[in-house]
């Protein structure tokens, strides 16, 4: 492994065993959690408490340099001397994801080792990549970021992927979306392990907003493309180029001369969503641009992605961002409120 190229920061309990936080290079993620759980050490001892965790970065390398050099940071020690460990967060990872699991097997093997042996796991965006890499998460729910969804269903068939979902938390293991989002799983895991008023001001203090549960709102879809099956490809085609209308599965299937049954199950094999969701989707998310960019009602632009009853295209809505058309408008377009 390249020096410098992956490090890992650690969380060690007063118990002087210890749990850990690992990341490759991207340094708001590191920066965020480290600042956190140290707020939160702290109001715990104002409280009258001992101190629940020691913070310490650990890593594989001595040094570590992000952004071409224009940060470094000194792990405190090294994954070797960790022997026990409660909870493990993998920071999120910068792009090239094959090659950061080829060349970090031996941090891989070390989280399995250590979930095996009773520690907690948490990834945070792309640090999912890392996680699933240890096949911990196989079977499992997981999040990452929407981004980069269809290459994680690629790389791990076997994982349960929601990217609609926020946080996920499954057998002490934790997962969240993209971004910033890091920062809401940190607040849940500080209700977690301390209490829930140290958790509520952590969130006043780093102005965090409390029990978000989706990402939705901000997924941009773009339809998984990625497959190799020729005829989904040209069925998405087809559905993404009739938004404004409402498209039959049964004419859909017929028109491809594929059986129904068959072409429901290639379609979700190739893109993860029935063809009825895929149709949703790509709607909705023309939708979407129209409230962002436009004036336009609420029925002028239902009736422009296929939908003419108001309470379904509403539910639809709903369900894919987490929030109302009216809602959505008010959020991402301030001409529509003038």
């Not at 629940?52 to 040094?63: T, Y």
């Amino acid at each position: 492994m390249d020096k410098g190229y992956f490090y890992l920061c650690s969380i060690r309990n007063n118990s002087n065993e210890t749990s850990y936080h690992i990341s490759q290079n991207n340094l708001s993620s590191i920066v965020g959690t480290y600042k956190i759980f140290t707020r939160a050490n702290e109001y715990w001892k104002k409280s009258g408490k001992r101190e629940l965790f020691k913070i310490e970065l650990a890593g594989i390398s001595k040094k570590v340099e992000l952004y071409n050099g224009l940060f470094t940071v000194t792990p405190h020690t090294n994954i070797s001397a960790i022997s026990k460990t409660h909870l493990i967060i993998i920071p999120s990872l910068n792009y090239n994801y094959q090659k950061t699991v080829k060349e970090n097997k031996l941090v891989i093997d070390w989280i399995e080792k250590q979930y095996k042996h009773g520690a907690e796991v948490a990834s945070i965006c792309t640090g999912a990549f890392l996680l699933a890499s240890s096949g911990l998460l196989d079977g499992k729910a997981c999040s990452t970021h929407w981004a980069v969804a269809d290459n994680f269903r690629i790389m791990f068939p076997k994982v349960n992927l929601q990217t609609d979902k926020l946080i996920t938390d499954e057998n002490g293991i934790y997962t969240n979306g993209g971004a910033f989002s890091f920062l809401n799983l940190v607040i849940y895991l500080i209700e977690k392990y301390y209490d829930r008023q140290t958790a509520i001001f952590c969130s006043k203090v780093f102005q965090i907003e409390m029990d978000r549960q989706s990402q939705s709102a901000f997924m941009i879809f773009k339809g998984q493309k990625l497959h190799g099956d020729e005829m989904v490809q040209q069925a998405q085609t087809y559905i993404e180029s009739k938004v404004d209308e409402k498209i039959s599965v049964e004419a859909l299937s017929s028109k491809f001369a594929v059986g129904r049954r068959n072409f429901d199950r290639r379609f979700i094999k190739a893109t993860g969503n029935t063809p009825v969701e895929y149709a949703q989707r790509v709607k909705i998310e023309v939708a979407k641009k129209a409230f962002e960019t436009s004036r336009k009602t609420i029925n002028e632009v239902m009736y422009e992605v296929g939908y003419s009853d108001v309470k379904a295209f509403r539910e639809v809505f709903r369900k894919i961002t987490g929030m109302s058309p009216l809602e959505y408008r008010s959020k991402y377009n301030k001409e529509a409120l003038v």
